[in-house]
């Protein structure tokens, strides 16, 4: 009997060491006690190594499906991005956290995991224009006197709002519609036409680039003009109704990131696209009127942008329906000048007098209005007109 105990006690021993030994939820603790432990078991999934997206830009009405997002951000394991809740929306002008969600091809091997990211939030929707070079002004027999001589000029890269400002927007930034055609008794949108989707107008110089720096201050960028060792408008006092020797002091601010009335380099350059001929898409005068609301097809109104055909760049009315101020004196073209990059345009206003410049062509004009290398006549920068409005840029450091 008592041979068959101990061999029934052998038995035991053998049998406990052999599901300790292999039961990998199971160890002997240090004093010879057995502890159960929760361990990964082999093959467990991990996080995967995530480089979340950055530079992610919407606009002002927007929800989350409307934002662009790369398809594999990560640095190791590859997989998709979306939003956690892509119905919702973008948010006020700025930045904005939203949740987003990192799914792996791996789903065997790794987590799916959740991250929030920044959005910026802009009130106008920017078009990318790409670095080049193009011959500024008119060709000799083409154009007039004040677009020549032509001369060879290199852009950076820069982005430049799709559209001109639209009367919505405008009021969004300024408060009030100073708009001619604000959409009163025979003042109306074309049938089918938004209203607050035509341009503003009746807006100076000096206006624009107020709206500028309070648009940039709004969406967190750093404002682009000062005035009186100022960025901030509220700062400059009432916007001049003549005239003004301060404010046509004005200065850019080096590095900034906020928005800006384009060069009238930059303008040209995007207008033509890559083109060398009158309009940007060609010199067939009898296509001008799938571009641009001009003279036989205005009415004698403005229209809600983005109703014509874009240019090779994606943006529209660059002929037509309004002038577009830009940021230059109205100075000659200098004589002989070589290869530009970035020309600014002289730095003091012209001995005739203290003009800025426009650009575009307005909704009453001929064809020769609206050539891509049409300038504005000479007019101060106080100055409106039921026909000049604005269009920005911002510098490939903003986005």
């Excluded at 006690?33 to 997206?53: A, E, F, H």
């Excluded at 760049?313 to 940021?327: C, R, S, T």
């Amino acid at each position: 009997m008592k041979r068959s105990f101990l061999f029934i006690g052998s038995i035991l021993v053998i049998l406990t060491l052999f599901v300790v030994c292999n039961n990998p939820f199971l160890y002997l603790s240090g004093n010879g006690n057995r502890s159960p432990q929760i361990l990964d078991p082999p093959g467990s999934k991990t996080n995967p190594t995530v480089t979340w997206p950055t530079d992610l830009t919407a606009v002002i009405g927007q929800t989350l499906l409307n934002v662009r997002i790369p398809g594999n951000g990560t640095s190791v394991q590859a997989g998709t991005f979306s939003w956690t809740t892509p119905g919702d929306s973008v948010g006020a002008l700025g930045v904005q956290s939203h949740n987003m969600i990192f799914t792996p091809n791996d789903t065997e091997n790794f987590n799916t995991i959740t991250n929030n990211v920044n959005v910026s939030v802009h009130l106008i929707q920017m078009v990318s224009i790409p670095r080049g070079t193009f011959m500024m002004g008119s060709p000799p027999g083409i154009g007039q006197p004040f677009e020549r001589p032509q001369r060879q000029v290199t852009v950076s890269a820069f982005f430049m709002g799709k559209y001109t400002i639209t009367q919505d927007e405008w009021v969004m930034v300024m408060g009030s519609n100073p708009s001619h055609f604000h959409g009163g008794p025979g003042r109306l949108p074309a049938t089918g036409e938004i209203q607050g989707r035509r341009p503003v107008e009746m807006i100076s110089w000096y206006d624009a680039i107020v709206f500028s720096n309070k648009l940039s201050i709004m969406e967190g960028l750093s404002p682009a003009y000062m005035i009186n060792n100022s960025t901030n408008p509220a700062d400059w006092g009432p916007v001049p109704t003549s005239n003004n020797p301060v404010w046509n002091a004005v200065t850019m601010v080096t590095g900034s990131t906020g928005y800006r009335l384009p060069t009238e380099a930059q303008w040209e350059y995007a207008c033509r696209a890559g083109s060398a001929t009158r309009w940007h898409f060609g010199d067939n005068e009898s296509l001008l009127g799938n571009f641009a609301w001009y003279g036989v097809s205005i009415n004698g109104i403005t229209h809600q942008v983005g109703r014509k055909l874009p240019n090779a760049f994606h943006l529209y009315d660059m002929h037509g329906n309004i002038w577009e101020w830009v940021w230059d004196w109205n100075a000659p073209y200098p004589s002989n000048a070589p290869a530009e990059t970035d020309p600014t345009g002289s730095p003091v206003p012209p001995t005739a007098g203290d003009f800025r410049a426009f650009r575009g062509g307005g909704f009453g004009g001929s064809p020769v209005f609206q050539e891509s290398a049409r300038r504005s006549v000479n007019r101060n920068p106080n100055y409106t007109r039921d026909n000049i409005g604005l269009r920005v840029v911002l510098p490939y450091n903003a986005q």
